[in-house]
C-alpha cells in the first residue's frame, strides 16, 4: 500500500497572500481557536493526548504527556507562579526546513496554535523564540501576532515574537530558556524538567513550533482523525523535507510512516544519472541511512529500529558524487563550532574530532584513526550534558559503519578521490 | 554614549518581557542597528538598563555569532558551507566570492570609488532552507538556489546601489536596518515577496494536481491551495538562479509573474 501525500499544514501555503490574517481566516482559520475556546482547558490537553501527536521537533515524546507534567497551580511548590508557553522556533538543524517556510507562508497557524495550547496550559505569556538569521520571518511572525491582537483573538494572552542571535544549541530547550532569559544559551541540569522549573523557574510547556502549528487542526478535526492517520504508534501528518540530490527537493507533508522510496517517487526520484548513496533520516544528527533502507516506514518506531531516528524529517539525499568523509568532515566542524563549552565532552570531542577527521580527509594518518574515531565518539555518546554531543557522533559512527572502505581509500589514494564539481547543483551548467 | 532615542528603546524592549533582562538579545541587536556593531558604549548602556555589570552583558554578547565586535559591510553575504550547501555547491560560491571581493572570513571588502555600499563575508552554518540549496543570505534575506558568477554579479549590484530583492523577501535592506527589526521593530516590509517558494510548495503541488494518486480531499475543508506555477529542479536550466543578481527591477521582470503570484 502506497502512502499519499496529505496537506494539512502546509495547505494553504499556495494561497493569495497566506501571511495575512484576511486569508488565513478565509481557510477557515481561528475556527479552531473559537471551538477550543468552548472547551474547558482540561479538556483540550486531553484531545492532544488522544490524537496521539508526538512532538515535532524530533525527541517524538507525546505533546499532550509533555503538556500533562505540568505541576498543579493551586496547590504544593508551584501553587501561585504564571506558567509560560515558548515556542522552539530556533530550527537549526543541518537538514531542517520545515519551519520556516511554514512561518514564512502562513505565521497564523503558529499564532493560532499558540493561542490554543495556551488555553490549554492557562498561561498568559507566550514566547515564540525565532532563530534570528531568518529576518523575512521575523518580519511575517511580528506582523501575524500584532494582527490576531489587533483583531482581539488574543484575549489576555501576551505573544511575544522574540529574535535568538546565531546559535544552534538554542534549539535545546533548556538552552532556550536561558538565551530567552538573556544569557549564553547553555542547557540546564535536569531535573527540574521545564514543565516544574521552566521559563524563571516558573511552569513552562515548550514545543516545537511543528507541534504548536498542528493543534489548531487537531482541534478542528478532532483527535480520532489525528490519530487514525499514520502509523498505530507515531501518529498524525508531518512535513517531510527532501533536499539535496533529488529532482524536485522540498516540502512534502504525509502521514508518517511514508518510505523514502515513495517520497523520492513523488520527488522526481534522485538527481537524473545519479544513484542514491547516503541519506539523513531527520537531519545531521541522526544516524546516516543508505540505499538499503529505501522502504524503512519514516515513522518513530521504524526508524530507530533499523539503527537511526527519525529527527525532524530532515531528509538529506547525497548522491553517488558525494565524499562521504567530506560530508562527515563538514558535519563536525559544525557541531565543534556550535558546542556551547559547557561540558567537556562534548567541547573538547568535538574538537578532536574534527582533527582526526581532517588528517584522514587529507589522505593523512593511519586506519587506526579510525578506531580512534570510534573511541572518541564513544567517550562522548551519553557523556555530554545535551544531545548535541550525541549528535555529533551519528554522522561518524553510521558513515564508518557502512563506508569504512571510503575512509580507508583516502588514506590510498592520498586524499579525496571524488571531484567536488561533480556534486554542485550548477554541474555541467555553465553558472 | 548613546543617543536618546536608542536609550529609550532599549528601555522600550526591556519592557516587552516579564522580566527585563529577557530584552538583552534583542537590545544588542537594537545595539548593532544604532553603533554599526556592539561596541563597548553599546554594552554600557544595556548593562545600565537591566542593572547588569558590563561584563555580564559581554559574557553574552560573546556567545552568539550574529553579534558582531567588529563593522560589517552595508550587506553581509553569508554563504551556507554547511555539508549539504557545501556539496551543493555553497564551497564553490565561497570560494569564487573570496576571491571576487579578496577578503577572508568575516572582512568587509574595500569600498572602491564608485561603489554606494560595502559587503562583507563570511560563512554560515545551516539556514533553514535545504531545499533551496545552495544557499546564500545577505543581511538575512534569503537568496535561493545560488551560483558562483550569480552571487558575483549579486554583489557587484549590490555595492553599486541597486536595488536587490530576496528570492523570498523584500528588496534587501542594509545590514544595520535588518538589526532594528530583529530588535523588534517592525518596517512595514512583510507583504513584500510571495509566501512561499517553489520547494515548499512540492508536496501541495503534487497532491492539488492529484499527480500523487491521491484522491482531491485534501484536508481541510477539500480546498487545496492553487497548485504553484514553478516547478523548477535543480540542474535544470531554467532552475539557473542568476536573478538575484538583477536589479529589482530585472528580477521583477524575470521572475515576477513566476514567484509573485501571490504578490498581487
Redesign the interface.
Known sequence: M?T?????L???????????LDAYRA??GYEALEKARGMEPEDVVEAVKASGLRVRGGAGFPTGMKWGFLPPMDDGPAAGK?RYLVVNAD???????K???LM???PHTLIEGVAISAHAIRAE?AFIYL??????V???L??AA?EAREAGLLGDLQV?????????ICGEETALLD???????QPRLRPPFPAVEGL?ASPTVINNAESIATVP?II??GSE?FAGLGTEKSNGVGI??????V????????PLGITLRELLD???GV??GHELKFWTPGG?STPLFTAEHLDVPLDFESVAAAGSMLGTR?L?I?DDT?CVV??VL??TE?YK??S?GKCTPCREGTYWLAQVLARLEKGQGSEEDLDLLLDQCDNILGRSFCALGDGATSPITSSIKYFRQEYVDHLTHGGCPFD??A???????R? | MLDDKTYAELRQIAG????A??????M??LVQSAEGSVTPAGIDACADV?GLTPAEVS??AT?????KRHRVGDFHV?VC????C????G??IYQRLQEHLEVGADEVAPKRQGDQYTVSLEH???????????VV?V????LD?Q????LVRTVEALRAGHPVA?T???KICTWRQ?ER????F??G?????P??????????????SGA???PRR????D??????ES?R???S?E??PVQSGLTHDELEHEIGDELR????
Not at chain 1, 517531510?240 to 540530490?245: A, I, K, Q, R, V
Not at chain 1, 529532482?247 to 504525509?254: L, N, S, V
Not at chain 2, 527589526?181 to 523588534?184: H, I, N, P, Q, R
Open positions: 502506497t499519499e501525500l496529505l496537506p494539512v502546509t495547505a494553504n501555503w499556495g494561497d493569495e497572500r497566506a501571511w495575512t481557510h477557515g504564571p530550527e537549526s538543524e543541518p537538514g531542517t526546513c519551519d520556516i517556510p514564512m507562508a502562513s505569556h532563530r534570528g538569521e531568518v529576518l523575512h521575523y518580519r511575517r511580528l506582523a500584532r511575544i515574537v522574540h529574535a535568538g542571535a546565531g546559535a544552534y538565551s530567552l532569559e538573556g544569557r549564553r544559551g524563571y487542526a478542528k478535526n482523525w517531510f523535507s527532501l533536499s539535496g540530490h529532482t524536485r527537493p522540498g516540502q512534502y507533508e504525509a513523488l520527488a522526481g538527481r537524473a545531521s530532515a538529506q547525497f558525494v567530506r560530508a563538514r558535519w559544525f563550532h556550535e556551547c567536488p564539481a556534486s554542485t547543483l550548477f554541474e555541467g551548467v553558472a | 516587552r518581557y516579564p522580566q533582562r529577557s530584552g538583552l538579545l534583542p544588542l541587536h537591566l559574557a553574552v556567545f552568539y555569532t550574529m553579534y553569508g558551507t554547511n555539508t549539504l557545501a556539496v551543493m555547491g564551497d564553490a554560515v552554518e545551516c539556514n533553514a532552507a535545504c531545499d533551496y540549496a545552495p543570505m543581511n538575512w534575506e534569503f538556489n551560483t558562483p558568477d550569480g530576496s523570498r523577501g523584500p535588518a527589526v530583529l530588535a523588534g517592525e518596517d516590509l512583510e507583504h513584500e515577496g509566501a512561499a517558494g517553489p520547494a515548499s510548495l512540492a508536496g501541495l503541488a503534487l497532491s492539488a500523487d494518486g491521491a485534501n484536508f481541510p475543508d480546498v487545496p491551495g492553487p497548485a504553484p516547478d529542479a535543480p540542474g536550466p532552475a539557473d503570484d501571490e504578490d498581487a
